[in-house]
């Protein structure tokens, strides 16, 4: 019987069997920190192998800074954490299907690597910009102190002479810490993408430069779907050379194959301005309708664009230029020369078109000539139907000017919750909206802050009928003592974030109690703590009945079933959303995920009974505590019960 890891994935140990997949002969063998032998990469017969891509010698075209490496490594190391689940500070624990997650996001994202790979269809985050902070909030271990760094790039010679000055907050140590931050955290969150999946990200001036650098080379630059401008405050603002209005988002997909299209509905102003023809008769009388018209330059055109058209009053009429048709009523055809002008459909399609009433014939001094070459009184449109469009949307631009930041203060007024610089719940909104096919989307936000992106998640339901979820993760960074969040009684900028869910869901419900009944505004709340196991120096899968036999317990006396069960979710990769429920049986306590994904009881000395009675439920998966068994023989007992009564569920122990 198998014993559960406890601890999030080894990205490394993943990356070298994926290598190792394509080319076994460059793995090798090497000793690690335990003394013990395990698997490493042969990177020079790797090079080798790929030779034809690899440029050779010293030069590359490449970002980096002093702590790149150290940022990758720790991107991708283990830890032995978990998250403790709590149902007091969380809004219906039982039945929503959002999260709210407190702990250092870097973490989180590691142990979310199981239970939703590939499954977040859009990320937003909003990061620090970077404004010359000499240290992070973020206990990431590869954060250099200025001594490491000094010593990273150079800046003594041998005799410990400094060579240059290097104490202002341009300094690129600053830029090298916040690099790393950021670098290993999207290694992660790209994982956690679905594979239509998109991430927006806020930034400053400051780093944008950095930011694209480091989403080109974690992304790939060919899935950049575009930069978006933003107008974040409207003048006031100092600045040496220039007043500072603008900040920007930019946009990332895992796979630009898969992304499909940005859409936004079409504005009232785009619709009066252009949707100004109503049809008269048909089936489509009364609606709106843009007028388009069918003549076009003769660039790249083709020879069946080029032909004539009857017009209501009987004449034929060609836009203007030297070929000619000889024959007018069959709407003969011949191939434009450059400075003949011809239609935008074939003459198939446009006889297509006008069957289906999508043709409209305007009197009007056009520059359509007739068959014998004198100017026609007549111009030819396609109808462009105002209804089709507004199912299809508009492809948005990538410059925002509404929407700024002044609004998120009034909005978070008008919930009482003190905080500065968040984003807009509209603008959120927008994001969300414009991605296609995403109504049953989970939208994800590392830099939490305020909860602005879960406040905008619930609006965008509310006004679609959506059932989209999210999951907040934020670092409970506390206040200082005089900060007007810390005088309102808020310790650390995570309640601020519960608090403006909960107000924020139920405003929503009392403002439209009837349509709101099935709207999901509750959270679960989870914290990052330390694993579950003791603190011994033995890792999970390393323990032995006989060194369990040493031990009082190999669980913390201050974890509980819903501890342990919520650990067990992580390493299994299952949603931790999902829901459960827990009984009693013949005085065990059985809890049952999502109906049978998982089974678990971790209760001592459990009778056969009750094994026998979980196993023929036949769930999915099943875990026990290795002091549920009073011996060796009892546990292999357990594996005879399963492989009788439900062979194909996974068993394992903690």
Known sequence: MDKMRMESVDRTAQNIDKIGALFPNCITETVGEDGKPKKAINFELLKQMLSGDVLEGDEAYEFTWV?????IVEANKPIRKTLRPCPEESVN???TENLYIEGDNLEVLKLMQESYLSAIKIIYIDPPYNTGSDSFVYPDNYMMDKDEYQEGIGLFDEDNNKLFLENNANNPRFHSDWDSMMYSRLMLARNLLS????IFLSIGQGEIQSLIAICNEVFGESNCCGIISRVMKSGGA???FFSPNMEYILVYSKNILAAGNFREPISEEIINKLYTSVEESGERKGEKYRPFGLYQSSLDARPNQRYYIECPDGTFVIPPGETMPKDVKDGAMVIPKGTDGCWRWS???????????NIAFKESKGVLITSDGKPAKWNIYTKIWLSDRQEDGMVPVDLISKWENRMSTKELAELDIPFDF?????LIKYLIDIVDNNKDAIILDFFSGSATTAHATMLQNFSDGGNRKFI?????????EKSSAKKAGYTNICEIGKERIR???AKIKDDAPLTTLELDTGFRVLKVDDSNMTDIYYSPAEYSQDLLSTLESNVKSDRNDLDLLFGCLLEWGLPLSMPYTSEQMEGCTVHTYNEGDLIACFDENIPDSVIKEIAKRRPLRAVFRDSSFVNSPSKINVGEIFKLLAPDTRVKVI
């Open 422 to 426: 968040a984003k807009p719940t509209a």
């Open 472 to 480: 907040m993760v934020q670092y409970p960074e506390e206040y200082a």
């Open 93 to 95: 624990w039982d039945t």
């Open 238 to 240: 100092k600045g040496r």
């Open 195 to 198: 594979e239509d999946g998109i």
């Open 347 to 357: 003459r198939d399609r446009y006889l297509e078109e006008k069957e289906k009433g």
């Open 503 to 505: 107000r924020a869901g």
């Open 67 to 71: 702590g790149k490496k150290a940022a």
